[in-house]
Nanobody, 116 residues
Framework: QVQLVESGGGLVQPGGSLRLSCAASGSMFSVYAMGWYRQAPGKQRELVAS????????HYASSVKGRFTISRDNAKNTVYLQMNSLRPEDTAVYYC?????????WGQGTQVTVSS
C-alpha cells in the first residue's frame, strides 16, 4: 500500500513562489515516473508536471512551462515542485502520484492559493 503525503502549500501573492514536497512510502520508489497534479474548483484534475523514474526527463503542461520545475530525490522517496511566478489561476489543490496517470490512492493534497 503506497501512501503519498503532499506538503508545502499555502497562501502566496501573485508573482511569488512555493516549493511543494511529496513524500512517498514504499521500497521501490525509483521504479515510478511521478507527477504533480492539480485540481481547481469546478475543474478536472490535471497533470501539470512529470518526471521519469531516474529524474532525467521532465514534462510540463503548457500552462506552467517555464515557471514550475519538478525534481525528485529517490534516496528520500520525495518529489518536489518548485513553483515560481505564481498566478491566481494556479490556485488549486496539488497532488502527487504516478504519471502520466495516477495509479495509487490519492493523498490529501496541499492547497495552493495565489491571491493578493
Amino acid at each position: 500500500q503506497v501512501q503519498l503525503v503532499e506538503s508545502g502549500g499555502g497562501l502566496v501573492q501573485p508573482g511569488g513562489s512555493l516549493r511543494l514536497s511529496c513524500a512517498a512510502s514504499g521500497s521501490m520508489f525509483s521504479v515510478y515516473a511521478m507527477g504533480w497534479y492539480r485540481q481547481a474548483p469546478g475543474k478536472q484534475r490535471e497533470l501539470v508536471a512529470s518526471i521519469t523514474n531516474g529524474g532525467g526527463t521532465t514534462h510540463y503542461a503548457s500552462s506552467v512551462k517555464g515557471r514550475f520545475t519538478i525534481s525528485r530525490d529517490n534516496a528520500k522517496n520525495t518529489v518536489y515542485l518548485q513553483m515560481n511566478s505564481l498566478r491566481p489561476e494556479d490556485t488549486a489543490v496539488y497532488y502527487c502520484n504516478t504519471a502520466p496517470n495516477g495509479v495509487h490512492d490519492w493523498g490529501q493534497g496541499t492547497q495552493v492559493t495565489v491571491s493578493s
